[in-house]
């Protein structure tokens, strides 16, 4: 195991109607000017919004409002947000959504208190101050409630990059199931594919004797092949959303990944199919995953085969392990498409012909060296043939 | 699943050498004047107190020192402790040593800055106010390092109870698993067996639907089961002593306990145990927890079978559940037999006759209703039955 520090000192509140309780919170953390950050339809369409804003009269603290977050949130709405913030002598942060409003709800904390631009941050710069953020989960997939993570994509060329910091940790997440119950069951399969995503980049590593952190992953995809199809199939079961919900906090925070080396090669082949085509990073990692796993599966068989007869439950192939390595990745594939995630580039809607486009922003864009790094480092050539593979 | 808040914020640095740094991180939390408090011989020893020392030294940080805390800490010393901090103004308490160490340095932090006596913490007032605590952990065991709480003898009457809150979650904890490698023997199987305690506490519950809380349980138990011979096996095995130490962490900051009823009567019963006796708590709960288990399993048997299956690779009996619950506690018994552990009251320094008095203080000490509830309500009868079975 890795030297590492871990810290999580985000506040949860999970559970039936906690929602209501967001003043409460916000005043416990020292806000006293909010802005309120969401996206659209369903948050105000369900009552939430409505709920949010009691909350707050009720413990007498202002807010403006900052609706019409996207998925795969723009760089535009922050630098609204961020002019906004500053106009309005805004103090606290309350992000009320799902990934994508909590990590445009992030840049915002963090760029308001920035002298410069906030996308130096998306281009490696450490966050080390911001606002105080909370939030209000409306969907279990992220993991950006715990996490000291966020993702923007640039409206100039399209490109979707990530930026971090302890500074950013939500100070409180309040997580209420109840509130998933409304998505609609391609948006709740696409939230499990990135959770499930989220563990597997932690699980390919290359560093050895990480028993506790691969059980731990272990643990949680075994939560997400019960409870997924179960949310599927009845999209108002509480106790398979709510365990859902608390594997998606536990597969971001890291509590699971420390001391290892990590992946994220999935994510950031699938980064450019979301920034190109729009589509949901979950769906994008439907389709990516097991392309990248089958292409790099020759690298480490044996961690292939544990997941497959851990989590899987394939029977070890003890004379050709590698046999057991391919049931484990085709396993995964067949529950990401039971689940009714799509399972290659034309249910993605993404076109053949713009492989060597993906590929080039991949390995180039934003001062790349031409490759990408992670559990195998792969080239242009390699990630032109892991596109290939979703076909 | 229940509703619940969970809150983890200590700044966990893990690895080789990281003692070194315990002056950066009490300068980072604001100490200005430290109490250095810990036991006895090891840490002098091995010289971890002396690197300690130079590290408040490199940091200009002056300190006082208290040594002494026994196993199962003793009330005397808190008060001591108190009175010390008071005098000197002491502003940050540095707890270097094992779990004991560690509660008694949360209780002369609660205790410093009470009107009262501190003993009320322990008669179940939460504790809202305390200095802050770091802690340099030295054996993988009681999981102080990550939780709030504390548990402290009392000497008038050998009463051994414990405190909890917030405001004694450590503020950094620094783990490097090089130092458990000077631990005898016996000491490293104690640890690893309270470790797996206050798993199996925290996996027998009477809330259903609970599979994330169930799997994460389960993944810690394996990693026990996998590591603990290794570490008996080879003291110096750095590997496992990291795979136990997060392990050990995890196992106890309730991440993996939220939303769902505890037991917490095993730990009930050893109490008992280690403070008539003064043995290692973890070697008490190796004889308590078969015991335990053996008379509650008829409560839930499918419990007992599932934990039996998935952690100790038990066949499950479909015709006959029992025979896999029994199997389980079976496996569970030799396991902890295996790593050196006692197997019953005689191995253990506990005596037949003292079994009435053992009751008496466990169901009616400091009113208590005559009975511990937990996972099953247990009588004065039911503890004595569990007692027997002991012998």
Not at 40 to 57: E, H, I, N, T, Y
Not at 141 to 163: F, L, Y
Not at 286 to 312: C, E, G, L, N
Request: proline share 4%; net charge negative; glycine share 10%.
């Amino acid at each position: 195991m890795q030297n590492f520090t871990f810290y999580s000192p985000t506040y949860f509140v999970f559970g039936k109607d906690t929602e209501n309780q967001a003043g409460e919170y916000v005043k416990k953390f020292g806000g006293s000017k909010v802005l309120i950050h969401y996206g659209g339809g369903s948050v105000v369409k369900w009552g939430l919004l409505d709920r949010v804003k009691a909350s707050l009269d009720k413990e007498s603290i202002p807010y403006v409002l900052l609706g019409g977050v996207k998925p795969n949130p723009r760089s535009g709405l922050v630098y609204e947000g961020i002019e906004l913030c500053k106009k309005e002598n805004v103090d606290f942060i309350l992000a009320v959504g799902g990934g994508s409003t909590i990590d445009s709800s992030k840049a915002i904390a963090a760029g308001t208190v920035y002298d410069g631009d906030f996308w130096d941050f998306y281009q490696g710069k450490t966050i080390t101050e911001a606002l105080p953020v909370g939030t209000i989960l409306t969907i279990a997939a992220a993991g950006s409630e715990g996490s000291p993570d966020s993702v923007i994509t640039k409206e100039d060329g399209m490109i979707k990059r990530g930026a971090s910091g302890d500074a950013i940790r939500p100070k409180f997440s309040i997580l209420n199931p109840a509130l998933t119950q409304t998505l609609p069951a391609y948006q709740s399969a696409a939230g499990i594919t990135d959770i499930m995503a989220h563990l597997y980049e932690r699980y390919l590593t290359n560093t050895a004797e990480v028993e506790v952190t691969d059980r731990l992953i272990e643990a949680l995809l075994l939560t997400m092949k019960h409870e997924g199809p179960r949310v599927i199939e009845d999209p108002n079961n509480y106790e398979a959303r709510a365990n859902i919900m608390w594997a998606g906090m536990m597969a971001h925070n890291n509590s699971c990944g420390v001391g290892r080396t990590q992946d994220w090669n999935s994510h950031n082949i699938e980064h450019e199919l979301s920034a190109l085509y729009d589509c949901a990073h979950g769906a994008g990692l439907a389709v990516t995953m097991p392309a990248v796993f089958t292409y790099v599966m020759k690298h480490d068989v044996m961690r292939f085969a544990q997941v497959a007869t851990r989590v899987w439950g394939c029977q070890m192939d003890f004379t050709n392990p590698e046999v057991t390595a391919k049931a484990g990745i085709e396993a995964l594939r067949n529950f990401l498409i039971s689940i009714g995630m799509p399972k290659n580039f034309e249910e993605l809607g993404a076109k053949k012909e713009d492989i060597p486009k993906l590929v080039d922003v991949l390995c180039n864009g934003d001062g790349r060296p031409g490759s990408i790094s992670g559990f195998v480092t792969l080239s242009e050539d390699d990630c032109t043939k892991i596109y290939e593979l979703m076909i």
